[in-house]
């Protein structure tokens, strides 16, 4: 992420943030070795998002980030959201991301929370209802 956007536009939570209490930080692991790993944090009673997704470099490709996003999307129904947003970047390294995403039926939709539409941003969103 910092390799391509200005860090001012560098979104990931940062590890002390991962303990807020609207924040719950999951991962995949496959015999025993961590594959994935991702958040949800509550926008609100009805809305989520997915925050700091990201597979680990052996395993990109091989169906752990996809597991990460179907598990997020499971728990995020489970809590009663009725929508689910993410941002990621628009820069080309983060197509394949935009790929998996649109592969779990994410579209592009407005900024949403503290985030502003810009060359770096991408927001995505879905209903789950």
Same mark, same amino acid.
């Given at each position: 992420?910092?390799?391509?956007?200005?860090a001012?536009?560098v979104? #990931?939570?940062p590890? !002390? &943030?991962?303990?807020?209490?609207?924040?719950?930080f999951?991962?995949?692991?496959?015999?025993? =070795?961590? $594959?994935?790993i991702?958040?949800l944090?509550?926008?609100?009673?009805?809305r989520?998002?997915?925050?700091?997704?990201?597979?680990a470099d052996?395993?990109?490709?091989?169906?752990a980030g996809k597991?990460?996003?179907?598990?997020l999307? #499971?728990?995020?129904? !489970? &809590?009663?959201?009725?929508?689910?947003?993410?941002e990621?970047?628009?820069?080309?390294?983060? =197509?394949? $991301?935009?790929?998996?995403?649109?592969?779990?039926?994410?579209c592009e939709?407005?900024p949403?929370?503290d985030?502003v539409?810009?060359?770096f941003?991408?927001?995505?969103?879905?209903?789950l209802?």
């Open positions: 992420m910092h390799r391509c956007s200005p001012c536009k979104h #990931a939570l590890a !002390a &943030r991962l303990a807020d209490a609207h924040v719950t999951f991962t995949v692991r496959v015999d025993g =070795e961590l $594959a994935a991702g958040a944090r509550e926008i609100d009673a009805k989520g998002e997915i925050k700091s997704m990201r597979a052996a395993w990109r490709g091989k169906g597991a990460m996003v179907g598990y999307l #499971a728990e995020a129904r !489970a &809590r009663g959201y009725r929508w689910i947003g993410l990621t970047g628009r820069h080309p390294v983060f =197509e394949p $991301a935009q790929r998996l995403y649109a592969g779990h039926g994410f939709c407005p949403f929370g985030y539409s810009d060359d941003s991408l927001c995505l969103g879905r209903d209802a």
